[in-house]
C-alpha cells in the first residue's frame, strides 16, 4: 500500500509520524508525499489551541476530498479529546487515541486489514523520514506532563509522563544516522521532565546520545525554563549540541505568570539567558508568548512588552490566548476582548519581527556550518535553504549543477534577506 502520512502542531507529532512511517515500510508499505496517489492516509492531530482544532478539521476535510478512496486513519491529541463527535463529523475509517498510538501501525494492520510483504519486498530501500521532504529527524523520548498550567489542554490529552529507555533512544538515533540523518532534535511534552519515572533526566539522555552515537547535530525541543539544572550548560562543551533553545516564557508579567500557573518568575527566565549567553558562544534563544490571557490588564501587557524587548529573543511565537475547555483558565473572570487581543498580538509580532531582524544582522559576515535541508519553497528556482548551529534560517545561493541537499557546507552569510526573517548566504 502507498502510505500518506501528515502531522499537524507540535514537534512530537512529527517524531510520531516517523516512527510510523518507519514501521509502514518495514511491514512492506510504501510512504508516498502524494496524498492523491495514497492508499491509506493517516493524521496526527493536535488541539492546542482553538486555532488548531480548526485546522485539524480542516486538514480531514481536505484528506477525504482530494482522497476519497484512501482509507482515513486518525490520532493525536484532537481525536483523544473528541474522539466521538469526530468519528460522526468526518467519516473516518479508524481513530487512535493517544493512548493506544505506540500501538497505531498494528491497531490499523488488524482493523483495516492491510496487507503486508516481506521487507526484502519492498521496492525502495529510502528513510521513509527522506520520502516525505525531511531532513531532520525528530526523536520521541517522553511523553506526558505532570503539570498542570492552567492554559494548557494537552496535559489531559496525552496523560502521566512516560520516559523512553535511553539504549533505546541511542539505538534509534544510531539508526537514523545509518540511513544519512544528520541531525536529530530531542522532543516530548514536558522534555525537560525526561527520566522522572526511570531515575534519570535530561542531562544524562544526552551525554549518553554523545558519548554512543556519531549524529553531527543534537536539538532539544521546547524546554520549561525551570527544569535547567545549574550545570547545563556544561553540556554544549560538545559542539554536537547546538546551542540554541526554545524556552516558553508565555508572559513578561509576573501577575500573568502566576494565574498561569507557571514556575518561572521574569527574574529567573532573566537569570537563565545571562547565563547561556554568557556560558555558550552565539547562544540564541526562541520564546512562546500568550497575549490576552484573562485579566492581562493594560500594566500587565505592556510588562510584558518591556521584558520581552529587554532579553531580545531570536524569534518568537505569539499565541492569542484560546479558551479551551476543560482547562481552569476558561473559567478565569476578565475574558479579554477578540479587538484586544489581536491587537496585542500585532504589536508582540512587530516586536518579534525586529528582534529577529536585529538577531539575524549581527551574524553578517560571519561563515557557518549551514545543514542545507532542501529547495526554499519547494521550487527549482528558489534556492537552496539550511540552518546554522544556533538555528538561524538561511537561504543559500547554490550552481544548479549541484546538488548540496542533507549536507552541512560552510555559508559566508551576506545580508539580511528582504523579508527579515532569514540570512542570505553563499558557500
Known amino acids: 500500500m502507498r502510505v500518506h502520512l501528515q502531522a499537524l502542531g507540535c514537534r512530537l507529532n512529527e517524531a510520531e509520524l516517523q516512527t510510523w512511517a518507519r514501521q509502514l515500510q518495514q511491514q512492506g508499505h510504501l510512504v508516498t508525499a502524494d496524498q492523491s496517489a495514497a492508499d491509506l492516509v493517516v493524521i496526527n492531530t493536535c488541539a492546542v489551541t482553538a486555532e488548531a482544532v480548526r485546522k485539524s478539521r480542516k486538514l480531514l476535510r481536505r484528506a477525504r476530498r482530494s482522497n476519497p478512496r484512501a482509507k482515513l486513519v486518525v490520532s493525536g491529541c484532537f481525536a483523544s479529546l473528541e474522539g466521538d ?7 473516518i475509517d479508524l481513530l487512535v487515541h493517544n493512548g493506544d498510538k505506540e500501538r497505531l501501525v ?32 525528530f526523536v520521541k523520548v517522553q511523553d506526558g506532563c505532570r503539570y498542570r498550567c492552567t492554559f494548557c489542554i494537552v496535559t489531559l490529552a496525552r496523560g502521566a509522563e512516560r520516559s523512553r529507555p535511553i539504549p533505546e533512544v541511542v539505538d534509534e538515533i544510531n539508526r537514523l544516522c545509518a540511513d544519512g540523518v544528520k541531525e536529530i532534535v530531542l522532543t516530548g511534552v514536558h522534555l525537560g521532565g525526561y527520566g522522572s519515572d526511570s531515575k534519570s533526566d535530561l542531562p544524562a539522555l544526552i551525554r549518553a546520545i554523545l558519548t554512543g552515537t556519531d549524529v553531527g547535530r543534537v536539538r532539544m525541543g521546547s524546554l520549561e525554563p525551570w527544569d535547567l539544572p545549574e550545570d547545563f550548560w556544561v553540556l554544549f562543551e560538545d559542539h554536537r549540541l547546538m546551542p540554541h533553545l526554545h524556552l516558553p516564557l508565555q508572559s513578561g508579567s509576573d501577575t500573568v505568570l502566576r494565574r498561569m500557573a507557571r514556575r518561572c518568575r521574569t527574574e529567573h527566565f532573566a537569570r537563565l539567558v545571562t547565563e547561556a ?32 524587548e529587554s532579553v531580545g529573543f531570536g524569534h518568537v511565537h505569539v499565541f492569542p490566548y484560546s479558551p479551551r475547555r476543560g482547562t481552569k483558565a476558561a473559567d478565569l473572570p476578565d475574558q479579554i476582548p477578540n479587538e ?88
Open 85 to 91: 463527535t469526530l468519528a460522526r463529523e468526518q467519516g
Open 277 to 308: 549567553r554568557q556560558q555558550v558562544a552565539d547562544f540564541n534563544v526562541t520564546t512562546d508568548i500568550i497575549v490576552g490571557f484573562p485579566g492581562e490588564s493594560p500594566v500587565e501587557w505592556e510588562e510584558t512588552l518591556a521584558f520581552v
Open 106 to 137: 498494528e491497531i490499523a494492520a488488524h482493523e483495516l486489514d492491510l496487507e503486508s510483504m516481506p521487507v526484502s519486498a519492498i521496492a525502495s530501500d529510502t528513510n521513509p523520514l527522506f520520502a516525505r521532504g525531511r531532513q531532520r529527524a
Open 340 to 427: 484586544t487581543k489581536r491587537d496585542r498580538s500585532r504589536r508582540m509580532q512587530e516586536l518579534g519581527q525586529r528582534m529577529k531582524r536585529e538577531t539575524l544582522a549581527g551574524y553578517i559576515d560571519r561563515c557557518l556550518p549551514v545543514l542545507v535541508e532542501g529547495r526554499y519553497g519547494g521550487a527549482p528556482e528558489g534556492g537552496w535553504f539550511g540552518y546554522t548551529p544556533n538555528y538561524l534560517p538561511v537561504r543559500v545561493a547554490v550552481d544548479k549543477k549541484n546538488d548540496p541537499g542533507n549536507r552541512i557546507l560552510e555559508v559566508k552569510l551576506e545580508a539580511v534577506h528582504q523579508d527579515g526573517k532569514s540570512l542570505v548566504g553563499s558557500l
